[in-house]
Nanobody
Framework: QVQLVESGGGLVQAGGSLRLSCSAS?????IGWFRQAPGKEREFVAT????????VYADSVKGRFTISGDNAKTTVYLQMNSLKPEDTAVYYC??????????????????WGQGTQVTVSS
């Protein structure tokens, strides 16, 4: 069982930046970020596989968001720059101890954090 704790959400103006953190209680194969806006389904944002440090991003955040991890491979960061009002959502980190062919798929993650609210004002 892996427990995940997120932090770093908040309120920011459009064009601003925030950094989210996700700390895992045990070893994982990959950790990803997803987000869910009111009335919408949870969607993939970015993920990192600890093997080779491979990262994958959703098209909507490429060039603005950066996912990274610490050397201990237990904490993942999501640096969010040039934030837009449409980035407003609850951000969740998910983790898995297994390989999945499609790292963007929610089904590939077995553990979830409690979520942290990100609000971008226009």
């Amino acid at each position: 069982q892996v427990q995940l704790v997120e932090s770093g959400g908040g309120l920011v103006q459009a064009g601003g930046s925030l950094r989210l953190s996700c700390s895992a209680s045990g070893r994982t194969f990959k950790i990803g970020w997803f987000r869910q806006a009111p009335g919408k389904e949870r969607e993939f944002v970015a993920t990192i596989r600890w093997t080779h440090g491979t990262t994958v991003y959703a098209d909507s955040v490429k060039g603005r968001f950066t996912i990274s991890g610490d050397n201990a491979k237990t904490t993942v960061y999501l640096q969010m720059n040039s934030l837009k009002p449409e980035d407003t959502a609850v951000y969740y980190c998910g983790a898995s101890t297994r390989f999945a062919a499609f790292p963007q798929a929610i089904s590939g993650y077995d553990y979830w954090g409690q979520g942290t609210q990100v609000t971008v004002s226009s």
